[in-house]
């Protein structure tokens, strides 16, 4: 039975995966298999931009609410660096958004909403004060 991309996408994708290792490349869906691909990068993008939004969220907290620091919060910040750091040593070609502006701003536009929910505070800074080489120092805390 065949299944098709638009009833069921994990059926069609065993599908596909079972006619690639079979070599039957002339039944292969190549134009879904094209789009699943570039999705796969999407996917690996916005993981990092999550990531990336949850650790800049946490150093404005802790640069805005110098009362309430802890040894768990500055626990969550190193376990969000790492996790970054494991996404970019597992997809090295992430590393050049890191410099694209468009990306970062929306990022830091992602991390100032939440750091805002979180807090209740406002008035946090419109762009990044801190380069990404400290966001990414694993001995960075913002003062």
Same mark, same amino acid.
């Given at each position: 039975?065949?299944?098709?991309?638009?009833?069921?996408?994990?059926?069609?994708?065993?599908?596909?995966? /079972?006619?690639? +290792?079979? %070599?039957? @490349?002339?039944?292969?869906?190549?134009?879904?298999?094209?789009?699943?691909?570039?999705?796969?990068?999407?996917?690996?993008?916005?993981?990092?931009?999550? +990531?990336?939004?949850?650790? !800049?969220?946490?150093?404005?907290?802790? +640069?805005?609410?110098?009362?309430?620091?802890?040894?768990?919060?500055?626990?969550?910040?190193?376990?969000?660096?790492?996790?970054?750091?494991?996404?970019?040593?597992?997809?090295?070609?992430?590393?050049?958004?890191?410099?694209?502006? +468009?990306? @970062?701003? %929306?990022?830091?536009?992602? /991390?100032?909403?939440?750091?805002?929910?979180?807090? %209740? !505070? /406002?008035?946090?800074?419109?762009?990044?004060?801190?380069?990404?080489?400290?966001?990414?120092?694993? %001995? @960075? !805390?913002?003062?």
């Amino acid at each position: 039975m065949s299944a098709t991309y638009e009833s069921d996408v994990v059926a069609w994708a065993n599908e596909q995966a /079972a006619l690639l +290792r079979a %070599g039957s @490349f002339s039944a292969l869906d190549i134009e879904h298999i094209a789009d699943e691909v570039e999705d796969v990068g999407k996917s690996e993008k916005r993981e990092l931009a999550s +990531r990336m939004a949850v650790l !800049l969220a946490h150093l404005l907290e802790w +640069r805005a609410q110098v009362a309430n620091r802890s040894a768990s919060w500055e626990v969550t910040i190193r376990v969000q660096r790492k996790a970054v750091a494991a996404h970019l040593e597992d997809a090295p070609s992430l590393k050049a958004i890191l410099r694209d502006d +468009r990306w @970062f701003s %929306g990022v830091w536009g992602d /991390a100032v909403d939440q750091a805002t929910k979180e807090t %209740g !505070l /406002a008035g946090f800074p419109e762009a990044c004060p801190w380069s990404m080489e400290q966001v990414l120092d694993p %001995g @960075f !805390l913002p003062g």
